[in-house]
């Protein structure tokens, strides 16, 4: 149980593009989901917690207007990354909770490269 | 500013040994403690939650929470090299506060 899928797994585009990456809790309701991001090397970097209809809550130094987030449903947040560049090429993480003490279950990521 | 912190490592043991990763916490009203495992290149992956004081026991994982000294540890016994990987320590407060983490090495 406690599965979460996220897609694409791997996105290469041009500079500029948008890139929309879902997020999807298959076997519970999330109440709550979450966006990483985490670079080569390092540390899981929290970028934004969602809440089911509600605006997400973004952390200090994440441009909200650069990064969309959406969570429409207790199954299912995005992540839009907007007009990227090639400094935002990192692995991007989801995760969802059930519950405000629950674990968090993390999706397999998804690998950017912007050129 | 809630801290949670683990030796760096690396932390390297012998095939069939025990693996012992150990977290202290500076929040002493956490509630909810968890061990995540990622891979080079992986996402993270959930090992252990534990809630109350005392042991915790899954296969060959054992967690080991201790409140009073904000101390939270894994043990992993039978080690095998696919337990190769870095080990997080989490702890809830709202959102997840992570650890550094520590990589363990299993050698064969």
């Known amino acids: 149980g406690a599965v979460v899928s996220q897609h694409p797994s791997w996105v290469i585009c041009k500079s500029g593009t948008s890139v929309k990456i879902e997020c999807r809790s298959l076997?519970?309701?999330?109440?709550?989901m979450f966006w990483y991001r985490q670079f080569p090397k390092q540390s899981l970097m929290l970028m934004a917690t969602?809440?089911?209809?509600?605006?997400?809550?973004?952390e200090q130094g994440v441009e909200k207007d650069k990064f969309l987030i959406n969570h429409a449903s207790l199954t299912l947040s995005t992540l839009t990354v907007t007009s990227a560049h090639p400094e935002d090429s990192s692995f991007y993480i989801c995760?969802?909770?059930?519950?405000?003490?629950?674990?968090?279950?993390f999706g397999d990521g998804t690998r950017l490269s912007i050129l | 500013q809630k801290e949670v912190e683990q030796n760096s490592g690396p932390l390297s043991v012998p095939e069939g040994a025990i693996a012992s990763l150990n977290c202290t916490y500076s929040?002493?009203?956490?509630?909810?403690f968890f061990w995540y495992r990622q891979y080079s290149g992986k996402s993270p992956e959930l090992i252990m939650f534990?809630?109350?004081?005392g042991d915790k026991e899954d296969g060959r994982f054992t967690a080991q929470l201790n409140k009073a000294s904000q101390y939270v540890s894994l043990l992993i016994r039978d080690s095998q090299p696919s337990d190769s990987a870095t080990y997080l320590c989490?702890?809830?407060?709202?959102?997840?506060?992570f650890g550094q983490g520590t990589e363990l090495s299993v050698k064969p």
């Open positions: 076997d519970f309701q999330a109440t709550t």
């Open positions: 995760s969802a909770r059930a519950g405000s003490e629950q674990p968090q279950h």
């Open positions: 989490a702890v809830s407060g709202g959102k997840l506060i």
């Open positions: 969602s809440n089911e209809g509600s605006k997400a809550t973004y």
């Open positions: 929040d002493r009203g956490s509630q909810s």
């Open positions: 534990i809630y109350s004081n």
